[in-house]
């Protein structure tokens, strides 16, 4: 479904509730299936985190987890270490095209018993689940940091716990960081020194708990694209967040003062951010450790009409589309100019941007919602829209109660 989003004025204060993190639900929903005695509350209602639900509880012997990357990588080390069980795990056309072969050499290192299906490196695979005693495994570290996430957290149920070793510049260090936090939280003892994570067998601690997730960030910078786009003055008001989040996209809150964003963490965990004033300084950031926000930010930089200089964006290329050509394609068409590498994306700034064009989302949630705020400067047209449902179904009815103009 196509929809139009009329140039549009947002309210000077407004409100939002965001759902619960996709990226700390798919955690702590597949530690759960290991540790049953946790609950959770506030999980995501994303598609990504209903499809990782719905796989952990599936007696299925053919488990299809659509677009979902995260529950690719995470369910193809849970299924390794249940025993007796045997799982085909599958997804879209374009999941089968997405390299799962460096998770797939660890676990087979740590004896995973693991084939695939059509193409070599690439799903469908064939999981025979067993009991993995070895613990030592190396694994290249400027990859997606979900390879390392899916190892560390099926590692305290390895029969003589993790010793994983990374080799090169790591990537996404926050999210790695997050996992081994989340695994604390249950009583798994781990540690990371250097380049080696090491995580002890079993948990120390099983008495019940229960586990609330927080917010979404990568939710959370929508708004701020929104704020930075609108008049000075504008607040919007976002829940629920903590300060020391465990999220990498939490350095939102740096990267926005860049744009005159003032970022206040109010007592009821909610957020308040406010434009007080604006800059049209140029903008260079290296995001490896965030590159789910590259996209917002360059669509804001756009917007604004600053050029940005970003780097650190060598896992763009294997999310849900190649993020850098979509975003090269689509900016162009709205009049930008932007150059990029393998890794790296560079917006030269712009006075003007094209009426009513139609953005293409190539089946990527964040293409359609960093698009989105640009109807605070003209008109807009989003393809196939309710792609958002992959991490945040209630986006466009969001938008609309703080005074977007959105026609199918």
Request: some cysteine; proline content about 3%; glycine content about 4%.
């Amino acid at each position: 479904m196509h929809i139009t989003l009329q140039k549009s004025i947002i309210s000077k204060q407004s409100s939002i509730q965001i759902t619960g993190s996709k990226s700390e639900s798919n955690r702590l929903l597949l530690l759960k299936a290991l540790y049953p005695e946790m609950s959770l509350e506030n999980v995501s209602n994303s598609d990504d985190s209903n499809l990782m639900t719905n796989a952990l509880s599936t007696d299925s012997d053919v488990v299809d987890i659509n677009h979902a990357g995260t529950a690719m990588r995470f369910l193809t080390a849970y299924f390794s270490v249940q025993e007796g069980r045997d799982v085909t795990l599958t997804g879209s056309k374009r999941m089968k095209e997405r390299p799962i072969a460096v998770l797939v050499d660890a676990l087979r290192e740590l004896g995973a018993d693991i084939s695939y299906v059509e193409n070599e490196g690439l799903p469908p695979i064939k999981i025979k689940g067993k009991k993995l005693t070895k613990h030592k495994v190396a694994l290249k570290a400027n990859v997606s940091s979900q390879y390392i996430s899916a190892l560390l957290l099926i590692a305290s149920k390895l029969e003589n716990g993790l010793e994983l070793i990374l080799e090169g510049d790591i990537t996404s260090v926050p999210y790695i960081k997050m996992t081994l936090s989340l695994l604390d939280e249950i009583g798994v003892e781990s540690s990371f020194n250097e380049n080696v994570i090491t995580v002890k067998p079993g948990s120390k601690d099983q008495s019940p708990k229960t586990l609330t997730v927080e917010s979404d960030w990568s939710s959370a910078s929508y708004f701020f694209s929104i704020v930075a786009m609108s008049e000075i003055g504008t607040e919007i008001t976002i829940s629920s967040y903590k300060e020391n989040s465990l999220q990498g996209d939490s350095v939102l809150v740096d990267v926005y003062r860049h744009f005159g964003i003032s970022t206040v963490f109010n007592d009821n965990n909610s957020v308040t951010l406010k434009k007080e004033f604006s800059n049209l300084e140029p903008l260079t950031l290296n995001l490896k450790d965030a590159p789910d926000i590259a996209q917002t930010i360059a669509v804001t930089c756009f917007a604004i009409g600053i050029p940005c200089d970003l780097t650190g964006l060598h896992t763009l290329k294997i999310k849900e589309t190649d993020r850098l050509v979509a975003l090269k394609n689509e900016i162009e068409k709205l009049g930008g100019h932007v150059e990029i590498t393998g890794k790296s994306l560079h917006l030269a700034a712009s006075k003007t941007i094209n009426e009513s064009v139609s953005i293409a989302t190539y089946h990527d949630h964040r293409m359609a919602m960093a698009f989105a705020p640009l109807a605070l400067k003209t008109p807009i047209i989003i393809e196939d829209a309710m792609v958002v449902s992959k991490s945040y179904p209630a986006f466009w009815d969001d938008l609309k109660s703080i005074g977007f103009k959105i026609t199918k």
